[in-house]
Structures are given as C-alpha cells and as structure tokens.
C-alpha cells in the first residue's frame, strides 16, 4: 500500500496553484528599453523579435505601457567618441530619455538608468582606455560618478552601473549623496560574467567594441569571486545586488541570495531571450509556456527583480489571468 502520494497536490490548477513555492509577478518585472538619438521611427532589432530602438517619443508612450513593471534605460547616441563624452551631455539621448519618461510617468513606474560608457565611446569598451589601450579603472567610476549625479537631476529613481570596475559602487553613492541625491538607489551589476549571450545586445545598442571585456567582466568559470564582488558592493553602498546573465548562473543566483539580505535581481539577457524567441518562431517550443518557465527558474533560485524583455508580455499576461 502506497502511504505516500505526492500527486495528491497536482491534481487541479487551484491545487497546483495553492501549494506553488515560487511565483512570478508584474511587481518583480523590469522592461530593459533602448532609446536612439536622430531616429524618426522605431528601429527592429533584427536579433531580438519584439524589441525596438525607440525614439524618444514612441519611448514615452511604451514607458507608459509599461507601468506594470519598471525600466531600465539605454541610450544610443548619433555620435561616439574616445572618451564616451555623449554620456556627460545634459542634453544627451540618455538624460533626455529620463526626463521624457519620468514627464510620462510620475513615481508609478520605478525608472532606472544604465550608468556605463560602452554605449557612449567608439571603442566600445565600459570605459576610457589608457594609452596602452587598457581600461582605466580609476578614471571610469569618476566618469560613472558625474553621470549618476546627472541622471539624478534627470530625475532617475535608480542608477545601474553595469561597467564592472572595482569601486563603482562607492564612487556613485558618494557622488549622489554629496549631491543631495540621497534617495535615489543603486541597482550594483554585483556579478556580470563576460558571457556569450550579450551578442544581441551589442546589435541593439548598436556596439563598436574592439577586442572583448575579460578583464573587467567576471571568468564565467568563477562563483567564490562573485561573492567577493558581492560583499564589496554592499559594502560600498548597493541598495540591490545583481547577477547577469541569468539562466546559465542559476547557481549564482542561489548563492548570492544566501549571501546577502539585500534584493537580489538577475538579469535575463538577449541572448537567452533570442533562443526562446528563435525556437518559438520555429515552432520548435511552446513560446509562452517556455518563457515562463524561464522566469520561474529565476524566481526560484533566489532573484526578487528580474530584468527581462519579457516583462511587459509576462505583466500583461498575469493581470489578465487574475481578471
């Protein structure tokens, strides 16, 4: 005779549903979104199927769309130079795509900023280069610095240095709060692995990197370091901790949630998004099951934020579930 009989719990969706561990909801989503200077219309990316380079203005209608969830800007300038100086302009594509959105949307939508020069230099690199052609560290986080400070008086409610220089952290939160900016948070890329599934995200920023970032971004082979960097974030100041990318480091999720008792967000990047949407369109896996499947893996390995191109898709989806 069979005492135990786990199924018991699976025989309904109500069942399933009431004894679930992990759930997904729009709260936890963030909308990554890419905003292009001199565009007259929204620009495909041919690589990613759904997501667009916005123009400013069809940027504040999506902002709009999307206070369901938050998002998180970048922005693409006309013109790039050595030292990413786009990035420092007041007016530049980024400050004004701030500002534009928080017109839109108030303090209903949770508007975060990427604070990074990759976008900015023609070089492509996170940073500006010394004359050997390496990463200055030092003289990066001073630029992250006064671009955090100007993106606060754009009006961000929290800035995302993503470059992986040592010291960001505590460079910025210095820099806000010596500025007055005392309320706006910091969203710390704690862990970013140089990761083969940033490809498509080059393509939407439209990227010029020369060479590859494996001396700043983490060795994906490596998890005691990833804590390392962790505990110096929060140290430093971070408000939440990230990981990125997400779906291969599932384990580094996990970790760092046990780490810390700070949010924790990962990062769903193009890449993984591109598979799902690329097997989906090949009729090769059920789209919509797949991907939250994925964002529930995510959620159950210790992430309380995800950052997804899904976001506003999967928000949309579970409000009209729960109508």
Partial sequence: MI?????????????RSMVAESSLEPRQLILPMFVAEGLHEPRPISSMPGVVQHTLDTLRKAAVEA???????????????????????????????????RQEVGDECLVMSDVCLDEFT???????????????????????AQMAVLHAEAGVHMVGPSGMMDGQVGAIREALDRSGALDVAILAYSVKYASAFYGPFREAVASSLRGNRRTYQQDPANIREALREVALDVEQGADIVMVKPAIGYLDVVRAVREAVDLPVAAYNVS?????????????????????????????????????????LDRARSLHDERR
Avoid at 77 to 90: F, I, R, V
Wanted: glycine share 10%; net charge negative.
């Fill in 3 to 15: 005492k135990d009989r786990p199924r018991r719990l699976r025989t309904t969706a109500s069942i």
């Fill in 271 to 311: 890449g993984e998004y591109a598979m799902i949407e690329a097997a989906a369109a090949n009729g090769w896996i059920n789209r919509d099951a797949a991907i939250n499947e994925t964002l529930t893996s995510i959620r159950r390995a210790g992430a309380d934020v995800i950052l997804s191109y899904w976001a």
């Fill in 122 to 144: 023609d070089h492509g690199h996170c940073g500006v280069l010394t004359a050997s052609g390496a990463v200055d560290n030092d003289a990066t986080i001073e630029i992250y």
């Fill in 67 to 101: 206070a369901l969830a938050g998002v998180m800007l970048f922005g693409i300038p006309e013109h790039k130079d050595a030292q990413g100086s786009g990035a420092l302009d007041p007016d530049g594509i980024l400050t004004s795509a701030i500002r534009a959105v």
